[in-house]
């Protein structure tokens, strides 16, 4: 009898103390995550110059990653807490809920953007933020808001604080006018850095996004400048006889690789900026140029004909022999890192047309990302999870993103002229 | 139908007959004014030769005799006083001539003014018709101005009124429509709250209905456990569990959708409570990635799947399915 009890005893205890039923979720859907942007409230009492939910909604569908609700579907247009019904937005399959308004202070004239974001599942309140600013900040703060929310939906930092610069040709007769051009991510607000009637091409950010280098003609023969894109004040940092091209940053900002022909033949240099001295990385006959730093500093990939045609190809930043990294196709150049490092972003060639193509730098897996026909200048935004290439359109030079994890694509607003060469900032910090 | 023609036509009638009548009018009166005057003019010449005829015939009647005495002397005396006679005659007759030309003379002088006269009084006659037609004209004309100015006041005057009322109308109108608004707010937001109650109400019955549930489903099991061999038991739980096991692993992965970007190595550790209904009562996470996003999507799919499948068999249930651990942990 004891016994039984004590058998009872242990049965009962191991039941109480036995581990609820575990499911391990190895595997899910990696589609676009649905966010509904409700159009915010406007609680300032005069028209607004922005509408902050339509820069929220048009951020969010360029990135791939998220795909907002058409407004027109929307059943209710909540601007609080109290003004959900959670259970409708379920229905319409939504799994983020953003709800927000604008107010405005006539005394100050600075206007407070409030928005909340919501796990429409769940119930529960992910974000919850106040924003102000003046007027001309009101698209800055639609930015912000994508940022807030792109990062709490994805786990991702957002990047549509960030800027882009690029170059831009205008043809007015027999005269040809380039301009060297920075705007927000989404092509808007552009500002004039550089004029000129001569070619400028392959712009660089420095790593802290205040510098931009680039190469000029202006002065009959190619130079490379860097510029201050606050202040506009520029410095010309080489100007060798023959080729002074493809400049780009080390991510400590003290070097540039840069692609010189002083010494015969197009080779890689690097040049450290504190005291311009220059170290000459390839040795070659054939054709090295277009360097690229991995993020840590210690590769450089790079383009070159050794191999018979155009091939990316990798070496230590101190110097080194080369390895060919591509071997599909018989044209790869422009090589790019990708955020991580991980990852090598180019241009490839098949059947006719260019297209921007990633490398798994670890499994050798190629991929092609875009699909017209004239892809080339890939450059990655800070996240990784955006590419931005110049590609034609109508006979145009224009400028496309393409989402890395989606592989969505969007065309930037057209404008005047050829648009060519971009570049992605990295993280601004204002 | 009259043609156009013949408008001025029988325009021109009246006048016309009035000219001829005038004009009969002015002859009748010259001819009747003559005539009237006729009669006194030979008088006068006829009392002056009566006058010269009776000297004549005095002068005639004495000498008459003597001729008839006086052959030589009378004759020559009777040629003298007959020349003398003739000469008078021919003076008498010159001055009659003259007279009868200057009456003559007169008269028509007297008839031309009277006929100017005539003719000046018909003139202003007919330009003091016409003055007084067109004052008449004049006066009906600012009559019916005045007339069509009132008119058109009373117009203005009518519009404003209906305007004002057209306002007032509207402003009544939106009065009543923003009453109604707020009454529909009010009522929404009644209706809201009367929801919100009826939720909570329903929750709470399902709360009830659980724990009433719950103790059948402990009753049953007791009768199970009597009723079965444990190794039989076990034998057949075991097969279940796997399958309902199966059956939430698939709905969670269709209902998960991943953040993108790289989540290999994240892992998520969720708690659900679940009812014998298969609906989720709670979830909470015991262990998080680290990454709020991929938590939250986590989340999102354990509360994105309306209905978990789960046996039947309330003890199988309660000991395996109550609560279930779901970690999240993409290969």
Do not use: C
């Not at chain 1, 998220?66 to 799994?95: C, H, N, V």
């Not at chain 1, 023969?221 to 100007?239: E, F, H, K």
């Not at chain 2, 058109?152 to 109108?173: H, I, L, P, S």
């Amino acid at each position: 009898m004891k016994k039984h009890i004590f058998f009872t005893l242990v049965l009962l205890i191991s039941g109480l103390a036995r581990a609820d039923l575990v499911i391990e979720i190895d595997k899910g859907s990696r589609a676009a995550i649905p966010v509904a942007v409700v159009p915010f409230a406007n609680e300032s009492g005069q028209p607004l110059a922005e509408d902050i939910g339509q820069i929220v909604t048009e951020d969010l569908k360029r990135s791939g990653d998220i795909e907002p609700l058409d407004r027109t579907k929307m059943l209710s247009i909540p601007s609080k807490a109290e003004e959900i019904y959670f259970r409708d937005w379920g229905l319409l399959g939504q799994r983020y809920l953003l709800v927000g308004g604008v107010q405005y202070d006539a005394p100050s004239q600075v206007y407070k953007v409030r928005y909340e974001l919501y796990n429409v599942q769940s119930q529960q309140r992910v974000l919850g933020k106040v924003l102000s600013g003046k007027s001309e900040k009101l698209r800055d703060m639609g930015h912000a808001v994508a940022d807030a929310v792109y990062e709490a939906v994805t786990g991702i930092r957002g990047v549509f604080s960030t800027r882009i610069a690029y170059v831009t040709l205008e043809k007015s007769g027999t005269k040809n006018i380039y301009r060297l051009e920075v705007a927000d991510a989404d092509g808007r607000r552009s500002t004039e850095l550089l004029k000129r009637s001569m070619p400028i091409i392959s712009p660089a950010w420095s790593p802290d996004g205040k510098k931009l280098a680039y190469v000029s003609f202006e002065s009959q023969r190619p130079a490379i400048y860097v510029q201050d894109t606050i202040t506009g004040t520029r410095t010309q940092v080489t100007s060798f006889k023959g080729l002074n091209s493809a400049p780009t940053w080390s991510p400590d900002g003290t070097k540039l690789a840069v692609t010189l022909s002083k010494d015969g033949n197009a080779e890689l240099y690097v040049l450290d900026l504190r005291n311009n001295s220059l170290k000459r990385l390839t040795n070659h006959w054939a054709i090295d140029t277009e360097a690229s730093w991995s993020p840590d500093g210690r590769t450089i990939a790079f383009t070159s004909d050794r191999g018979g045609g155009p091939q990316i190809y990798l070496m230590d930043a101190s110097g080194g022999s080369p390895r060919r990294l591509t071997f599909e196709g018989r044209y790869n150049s422009r090589p790019r890192f990708s955020v991580d490092g991980k990852k090598v972003y180019y241009v490839h060639q098949r059947d006719g047309s260019f297209n921007v193509a990633s490398l798994d730098l670890e499994s050798g897996q190629d991929q092609i990302l875009t699909q017209t026909e004239m892809d080339e200048s890939p450059s990655v935004a800070p996240n990784g999870s955006m590419i931005i290439y110049a590609t034609q359109k109508n006979g145009k030079g224009v400028l496309a993103v393409v989402g890395v994890n989606s592989g969505s694509k969007y065309t930037l607003p057209a404008q005047f002229g050829d648009v060519r060469e971009p570049a992605w900032s990295p993280y601004i910090s204002r | 139908m009259d043609s156009p023609g013949n408008q001025p036509k029988s325009g021109y009638i009246g006048p016309a007959l009035f000219s001829v009548i005038l004009h009969l009018g002015i002859a009748g009166l010259a001819f009747l004014g003559w005539s009237a005057h006729t009669p006194p003019t030979p008088v006068v010449p006829h009392m002056q030769a009566m006058v010269i005829d009776a000297e004549t015939l005095k002068q005639m009647t004495k000498p008459q005799p003597k001729p008839a005495v006086k052959k030589e002397e009378p004759k020559r005396e009777e040629e003298q006083q007959k020349k003398q006679q003739d000469q008078e005659k021919q003076r008498q007759e010159e001055l009659k001539r003259q007279e009868q030309a200057k009456q003559e003379a007169e008269r028509k002088a007297a008839a031309e003014k009277k006929r100017e006269q005539e003719a000046i009084a018909l003139k202003k006659k007919q330009e003091e018709e016409r003055k007084k037609k067109e004052e008449e004209k004049r006066q009906e004309d600012e009559k019916r101005k005045a007339e069509e100015k009132k008119k058109a006041e009373e117009k203005r005057k009518a519009e404003e009124e209906r305007k004002k009322k057209d306002a007032e109308r509207k402003k009544k109108e939106e009065e009543k429509r923003l009453a109604e608004q707020k009454q529909k707010e009010l009522e929404r937001q009644m209706k809201e709250a009367r929801e919100k109650k009826r939720q909570e109400e329903l929750k709470k019955a399902e709360e009830l209905k659980m724990a009433q549930e719950a103790a059948e489903y402990e009753r049953r099991l007791q009768e199970q456990l009597e009723a079965e061999s444990s190794a039989q038991r076990q034998q057949r739980e075991l097969t279940e569990v796997e399958k309902y096991k199966a059956l939430i692993y698939s709905s969670l992965v269709q209902a998960w959708l991943q953040p993108p970007g790289e989540i290999k190595g994240l892992k998520a550790e969720l708690q659900l409570q679940l009812l014998p209904t298969g609906e989720l009562l709670s979830v909470k996470v015991v262990k998080s990635s680290g990454n709020s996003a991929f938590d939250q999507s986590a989340i999102g799919a354990a509360n994105a799947v309306r209905k978990y499948s789960v046996p039947s068999d309330p003890g199988l249930f309660n000991r395996e399915f109550r609560n279930v651990t779901i970690i999240f942990s993409p290969k």
